[in-house]
C-alpha cells in the first residue's frame, strides 16, 4: 500500500506549478520555466522517496499551456533526456504518479468547444505521462462533469465522447466520484458501460450518496473496475474541515480517524492519495502510522518532534513540555500523533505565541540587520499572527537557517 500527496510538498521548497499569463509567453520564457518545473520534480520525487512516499501527483501545470494552442514547440524532443531521467528514477524507486486535469477539462459538456478543447487536454497530459516511459499503472483523473439540467442525457453525452478518445488515453483515464452531481453508483454504471476504473473518494461519498454501502463493500464494487494493467486500486482520501462548507477538505489528516479507515481498507490492495491542505506533512505522518501498526521497525521521533515542537509551544508551553517528555520516554508513533493533531486542534495564545516566535527569532537574531530587527519588533507589537510568520519565514530562507526551514512551523 502506497500513501501520497498532491503536486506541491510543504516541507521543501521546491515547486512544479510555475505559470504564466498567456500575453507574456515567449519560448525562451516558457523553455526556462518547464525546465525550473522539472528540474523540481526530480527533487521533489526524492525527497519523497527518502519520506516513504511512493505515490505522488504531478501538477498539470509542470508544462504550462501544455494543451493550448500557442505552445509552438516541441516538448517532448527539448526534453527528452530530462523527462527520460524523471521516468527511470520513478520506476527504479517503484513510485506511482498520476495527474489529474482541472475543472475546465468537462468531457460532457454541451459545448463541443469545450469538449474538444477537455480531449486536447486529455491528451496533453497522456503525452506527458508517455514522456516518462510509465506504464498504464500511472493514471489521469478525470470528474465526470456537470448536469446540466439532464442528468441521464449528462452521463450518455460523457460515454459518447469518452469513446471517440484515443485509445492511449483511454488507456490511463480513471473516473471519480464528484460531491455534487455524479456519486459512486453514477461513476460504476458508467465504469460498467464504457469499461473504465473507478477512483473512490470518501469525502465526496459522504457528501453526495444514495446509499448505505459500507466502505468494504463499496471497494469491492470499485476493484472489480481494475484490472492487472491497470495497477492495484487508488483511492483518494480526505477528512471534512470543521466548520467549512460541506466538501471543504480539512489542512490535515486527523490520526485516529484515518486509522481507522485504514483498518478497513488494509485487507485489500489499494493505494492512498491524501487530499489535505497540508500535503506531504500527511502523508509523512500516515506512513508512518501504518509502519507501526503493520509491525515495521521505526525512527525515534526527534526528527519528528522537531518539525513539530515549535507548533505546540506557541499553543501552550505546557504541551510543549508533555510532548517533549513523551517523546524522551519513547512513546509510540500513535501517541506522538495523536498528542500533536489534539495540540493543534487548540486555539493558539498570544503570550505562548509571542513565546514561540521568539524562540524561533533566536536563530536568525546575530545575523539579521537593525532594520530587520525593528521590523520585526514593529511585527509582534502589532500582532498579526500570519505576517510574523511570514517574516520569520523570510529571514530563515534569507539566512538559510535550515533547522527552520524543515520545521513545520510555517505552515500551520
Not at 136 to 142: G, N, T, V
Not at 297 to 305: E, F, S
Not at 396 to 411: T, V
Request: net charge positive.
Amino acid at each position: 500500500m502506497r500513501i501520497g500527496y498532491a503536486c506541491l510538498p510543504l516541507g521543501i521548497q521546491f515547486k512544479t506549478n510555475r505559470k504564466m499569463i498567456l500575453k507574456n509567453y515567449t519560448q525562451q520564457k516558457w523553455l526556462q520555466m518547464v525546465k525550473e518545473n522539472l528540474d523540481d520534480l526530480i527533487k521533489i520525487l526524492g525527497y519523497n522517496v527518502k519520506n516513504n512516499i511512493f505515490l505522488f501527483r504531478i501538477s498539470s501545470n509542470v508544462l504550462p499551456f501544455g494543451s493550448h494552442e500557442v505552445l509552438d514547440i516541441d516538448w517532448q524532443r527539448h526534453f527528452k533526456k530530462q523527462l527520460e531521467v524523471i521516468g527511470a528514477f520513478v520506476r527504479a524507486n517503484h513510485m506511482r504518479v498520476s495527474m489529474h486535469p482541472g475543472q475546465y477539462t468537462v468531457l460532457n459538456s454541451p459545448n463541443e468547444k469545450v469538449v474538444m478543447n477537455a480531449m486536447q487536454d486529455l491528451l496533453y497530459h497522456t503525452h506527458f505521462l508517455d514522456s516518462l516511459g510509465v506504464n498504464a499503472e500511472h493514471k489521469i483523473i478525470l470528474h465526470i462533469g456537470g448536469v446540466y439540467g439532464d442528468k441521464e442525457e449528462a452521463i450518455k453525452q460523457f460515454e459518447k465522447n469518452y469513446r471517440k478518445l484515443p485509445d492511449k488515453v483511454k488507456a490511463r483515464l480513471v473516473i471519480e466520484n464528484d460531491d455534487r452531481h455524479f456519486n459512486i453508483d453514477d461513476v460504476l454504471r458508467i465504469s460498467y458501460d464504457c469499461h473504465i476504473p473507478v477512483i473512490y473518494d470518501n469525502l465526496h461519498h459522504d457528501c453526495c450518496h444514495n446509499d448505505l454501502k459500507t466502505i468494504p463493500e463499496i471497494l469491492h464494487l470499485v476493484k472489480e473496475t481494475w484490472t492487472q494493467k491497470d495497477g492495484p486500486v487508488k483511492v483518494h482520501y480526505s477528512q471534512q474541515a470543521e466548520g467549512k462548507k460541506i466538501g471543504a477538505h480539512a489542512k490535515r489528516v486527523y490520526s485516529p480517524v484515518f486509522m481507522e479507515y485504514y483498518k478497513n481498507v488494509m485487507p485489500l490492495d489499494i493505494d492512498i492519495m491524501l487530499e489535505t491542505k497540508d500535503k506531504d506533512i500527511s502523508a509523512i505522518k500516515c506512513k508512518a502510522l501504518i509502519n507501526e501498526f503493520c509491525g515495521q521497525p521505526q525512527k525515534h521521533l526527534t526528527d519528528q518532534w522537531a518539525k513539530y515542537k515549535y507548533l505546540l509551544m506557541e499553543r501552550n508551553y505546557a504541551y510543549y513540555k508533555t510532548c517533549s517528555q513523551l517523546v524522551k520516554e519513547g512513546c509510540s508513533y500513535k501517541t506522538f500523533y495523536t498528542y500533536v493533531d489534539d495540540t493543534l486542534n487548540c486555539p493558539i495564545d498570544k503570550g505562548n505565541f509571542i513565546n514561540a516566535a521568539e524562540h524561533v527569532w533566536g536563530y536568525v537574531n546575530e545575523e539579521s540587520t537593525f532594520r530587520e530587527s525593528s521590523h520585526y519588533r514593529k511585527l509582534l507589537t502589532g500582532g498579526d499572527y500570519k505576517k510574523i510568520k511570514a517574516y520569520l519565514y523570510k529571514l530563515a530562507l534569507k539566512y538559510q537557517k535550515q533547522y527552520l526551514l524543515d520545521s513545520y512551523y510555517f505552515w500551520y
